[in-house]
């Protein structure tokens, strides 16, 4: 598989996306894609997929050849079916290479085996959850029998219980001698690993070809000149890291100090029993939110985190048990007042917004507006460019902050958040969080429902984890990560730099070198 | 729309729509309401015989019923005629729109009827897969459609995200369209970028109109029987009765 001199430029732009690109890969190789977002990645791997400029309009120029057959798994799982069930879908990539209708049922249970998903194939796709819809769509993929396979941020939109099973997945395959892989990826602590060769992207050019090594260790002050995140541990492991390493420094931070909460009680739940139908989702539950809080909950998929926000919110009702915000119930506030005591931040943030422009978004959310405060807003959400477009028309973390902005422009006692780092890069995820914190020191309580466990420990004054109907724990981070039991239960996962402290507390308590063991 | 075990599930999906089809068009074309009542009778027969349990079949009847009832009181209130009944400020009752009547909400209650059996014994999947095989449709449309109905749980689910916002940012609206378009334009735009990525991704699985097919409905002896029944039923009720 090779390309010479290849140049796209898309018709509605003024730049090449790729501009006079020449690589060749090698078969059985696995190649890593990284750089930043626009540097055409993507664009480059739907060339190789034969999309561009058959499917995806495009000028494209120089030479480009493919040999085999190119499977391409892409980012979002719910935007690559097209049928209801687990077995037509399947099918539909059997149906495309003309395989004989008797073959189908054997071939459809061997790739569901493949990639470890135990279904009947009458399953309705609608109802899996993100890491299994991803983990059919590759599926479906390796139904076409690919000799390339081209992955395109495979695992951005799962939660880390999902995105680890992919991972083992993509390293499965990557042990597979006839298999090409070519991944973009920015989960670069698993891949790295396993990757055969890196290229590093920027601004349409190949800037940086080579081994993990020589990239990652000898070229790392440039990478992290241009911004292009590395690995944080690579080449070393947790184990043999030694101290001297920034990264090293970084982990051994400890969280930011918690200063104490204000004693005044904002919502409060007593014996909180909320059903869905017949199905109880959490029975008899009591939870206590202080002012200036940083509640986190977590939990496994569909273990009831969202609708617990949902009732807190006044969207759902509560079958049994009573909520209180400020010792008044909730049944007794009305919306007017409530809602301007109580804020809401969706997981999907372009259904939130109500007006045609991000100023009118961020005027309907103040009772008086003023031109100054507006301005301030624009400012310090960084939006002033945008001030004027359609917040449809937003870029991903641009939409993540007008949605927290329109929140957040009047004080709140309390905000509730459903996932808001979800499918963020890091930068946008840094600056909400900084958002959040100044909310939280202004005396607002934070419940926030998220999968990162890196923010929980850095950030949570108290962590709540929702399983099995019940609260299992409520407590501090620390003691939550030293749970082992309870970690492993509810499919949560102690972030790198918890692990490393832990090490090193061992090793302190130990009083000597902690030989180092491969993990 | 959900596949069951009930016999009619069992019938080739063209075949069924063909054959529903053809009762409709005998409803239209008779104006004698013994017939029309027996095409209803009929039809009832048919929606018994569908699978659904009689519970969710009566819910689900309630809205129509309504409409039943409003379609009769407009025809009877509203209706021309010579031979009064009854007469109540602007509502006129004849005996002639009183006939006339019945025989409109009967008919519309036995077209009810028909879809109800159809749409409770067929799978959407299979429909489309035989109106490739037996009715000739273009495959990139019939895939284009299947693709489709995968965006009616997500809508369902979008529209309840805008409806929530809504109400926590309190913002209602004066006149009803406003609403419309404050729902719709968010979930119009959103799924035109998600069609445009499942196009690409069903092109990326080498997506053709030359292929086999994993459901792949023929008629059978028994898809004719029901045709043949049904239709000499149908056409003898309507010339006889």
Known sequence: ?519 | MQENDSLLARINPAVKLGTLVYVMLVLITTSRLPVTFALLLFAAVGVACSGWRLSILLLRLIPYSLLFLLTFWMMAAFGEGETELWTFGWFRITEESLAHAWLVATRMFAFVLLSITFVATTDPTRFVMSLIHQCRLPVRLAYGFLTGLRFIPIFRQAIRTIRQARRIRQQRSIWPWQTFFAISLPLFTTSIIRSERIAIAMEARQFRVERTYYVRPVVTRWDLVFLLMTVTLATSLRLFL
């Open chain 1, 1 to 519: 598989m090779w390309c010479r001199n290849l140049t796209v430029r898309y018709p509605d732009q003024d730049c090449a996306v790729l501009n006079d690109l020449t690589v060749s890969l090698r078969q059985g190789e696995t190649t890593l894609l990284i750089g930043p977002s626009g540097s055409g990645k993507t664009t480059f791997l739907h060339v190789l997929a034969g999309l561009i400029p058959e499917t995806i309009e495009a000028e494209v120029s120089g030479e480009w050849r493919a040999d085999g057959t190119v499977g391409m798994l892409f980012q979002q799982p719910d935007d690559q079916f097209c049928m209801q069930t687990v077995g037509a879908e399947i099918a539909f990539s059997l149906e495309n290479r003309s395989i004989p209708r008797d073959e189908m049922e054997g071939r459809i249970r061997t790739v569901l085996k493949r990639v470890g998903l135990d279904l009947a194939l009458t399953t309705q796709i609608a109802g899996l959850s993100g890491g299994m819809k991803q983990r059919l769509a590759l599926a479906c993929v390796l139904a076409l029998e690919p000799d390339i396979l081209l992955l395109d941020e495979p695992t951005a939109q799962l939660d880390p219980h999902g995105r680890r099973l992919m991972m083992e997945l993509i390293e499965e395959l990557h042990h597979d001698p006839n298999v090409t892989l070519v991944l973009i990826e920015h989960q670069l602590e698993e891949c790295v690993t396993f990757a055969d060769r890196v290229l590093v992207f920027r601004e349409g050019q190949l800037r940086l070809d080579g081994s993990p090594l020589e990239v990652f260790e000898e070229k790392r002050e440039e990478l992290i000149r241009h911004g292009i995140m590395s690995p944080l541990l690579y080449p070393y492991t947790l184990e043999t890291i030694p101290l001297t390493v920034a990264t090293a420094r970084f982990l051994n931070n400890p969280p930011v100090a918690r200063r104490p909460v204000a004693n005044e009680t904002t919502f409060d739940l007593t014996d909180v029993t909320i059903t869905h139908g017949k199905r109880v989702i959490l029975d008899r539950i009591s939870l206590t939110a202080s002012a200036g809080e940083w509640i986190m909950l977590v939990g496994r998929n569909g273990a009831g985190k969202s609708t617990l926000l949902e009732t807190l919110a006044k969207l759902l009702p509560a079958q049994s048990g009573t909520i209180k915000l400020f010792q008044t119930p909730l049944k007794k506030w009305r919306d007017r007042t409530f809602y301007q005591q109580v804020g809401f931040v969706f997981q999907q943030p372009e259904f939130q917004f109500l007006k045609q422009t991000v100023l009118d978004e961020l005027t309907i959310s103040c009772t008086s507006p003023t031109p100054g405060q507006l301005n301030n807003a624009l400012q310090y959400y960084r939006l002033a460019d945008v001030a004027g477009q359609s917040p449809l028309a937003l870029s991903l973390g641009q939409k993540r902050r007008l949605s927290v902005a329109t929140m957040l422009l009047e004080r709140k006692a309390v905000l509730l958040l459903d996932e808001p780092t979800f499918g963020q890069d890091a930068e946008t995820a840094a600056q909400l969080v900084e958002v959040l914190r100044r909310a939280r020191a202004a005396g607002t309580t934070l419940i926030m429902v998220t999968h990162d466990m890196e923010l929980v420990h850095r950030y949570a004054d108290r962590v709540v984890v929702i399983g099995e109907k019940h609260i299992q724990f409520d407590g501090t981070p620390d003691e939550l990560f030293r749970n082992e039991s309870l970690l492993e239960h509810n499919q949560l996962i102690r972030p790198l730099s918890v692990r490393y402290q832990q090490r090193e507390e061992v090793k302190h308590h130990a009083g000597k070198r902690f030989t180092a063991r491969a993990h």
